[in-house]
């Protein structure tokens, strides 16, 4: 294919995906600013805030455009549950065309930020930085096959002193009917209303934040979901073929004792014991896929266990399912537990294969923070920050959609291309060339 056809039969495509985006917006004077931002998103640059992509998309008129951006993106009241159910009934079959769904990956991602007043904004563990400091957390859904995954649900996690605080609330217009929910709990209300909205299922996959929580599992088991999810070493387990005792005999006396017990040599251990007392025959080299430098490969074993976290409450043991443990050759204990819920007779290798799938979302996330955006608002409120997100997952939905038909050899073609920048147009905050004054734009809004 020419270049250049490729990027007008792209464009032409964009036209198209777009209009059918506008149908979720209610009005039809939101379907130029909806273009403009997603070309901005999907167009190169530094900065995919409101300034400069206004600058991008529209050069000859900046500050008009800066405003009706902001506006659309700040402002304006539209539904993102509606667009991203655009977004999801367009890009799905493009995935599925490819390959089946293979997994609903969960996860959570960061956004450092400096000031206290942007909503959501808290000291909190910071997966972009690797440890605890001042960020916005939110928490997604994807739907991943082989080749790609796409965002179908995505909500800020608010912190419990933001949701407990009606100055702070009011002034960020986070909505009254949000309520304080850990992650947990968001990510299952996200998986409900994709189960409901007829999107194929795949095997849950989520980290130890969310795998450690009993009533998480718990739930994906109730939709009939199976999983896969990462938990801490410090999770209890009954080793193989072992369970709590039934409950004590009655006495003849008073109710039933119905509950499961405990005793002294009959208890569970922690995930990490008993990975450490499996024998040296439990363990074995499996390789999952091709990385860039070379195949990828640890050492693993798996066992069949039950969860015992409050167990003694319970009038029956819980369920067996899988126990995964990786533990790297050269490592003194290993390194990552999961549990998962897939079949008894499912292979190491396809445990392994199907757990490791995650890294799936942590490559597609990384393009979504540094190619589109995603990180990239600088409002305050709860709107324009979904808004953004809502819109900054419609392009990324375009693009993996273009992938599904563009041929390996054509995948270095611009998807859109970008008009040029007026020669006296500077990015606001950059240093002006010296003799030449700076050029004034509209900055009464912030982005």
Known sequence: MDLQDGIETSESRFATYVETLASALGHADRVAPLKAYCTGLLLPGERKSVEPMAARVEPGRVQAAHQSLHHFVAKADWSDDAVLGVVRAQVLPALERQGPIRAWIVDDTGFPKKGKHSVGVARQYCGQLGKQDNCQVAVSLSVATEQASLPVAYQLYLPEDWANDPGRREKAGVPEDVIFRTKPEISLTQIRATLGAGVSPGVVLADAGYGNDTAFRTGLTEMGLTYVVGVQSSIRLWPPDTQPLPPKPWSGRGRPPSLVRRQPGHAPVSAKELAQALPENAWR?????????????????????????????????????????????????????????????????????????????????????????????????????????????????????????IPPSASGAPILKAPALPEDYRPRGAAAPPGTPRRQLHRHHQD
């Open 285 to 405: 080299r499996v390789t999952w896929r091709e990385g860039t430098r070379g195949p990828l490969a640890s050492r693993f074993a798996a066992v069949r266990v039950r969860p015992a976290h409050r167990d003694y409450w319970r009038s029956a043991p819980r369920a067996e399912e899988w126990f995964l443990i990786e533990w790297p050759q050269g490592e003194v204990e290993p390194t990552k537990y999961w549990l998962s819920t897939l079949p008894e007779d499912t292979g190491l290798a396809t445990l392994v294969d199907q757990a490791k799938l995650r890294w799936r979302i942590e490559r597609d996330y990384q393009e979504l923070k540094q190619e589109i955006g995603l990180g990239h608002y600088e409002g305050r409120g709860w709107r324009g920050f979904h808004h953004h997100a809502t819109l900054s997952i419609a392009a990324y939905g375009f693009l993996v959609f273009e992938r599904s038909l």
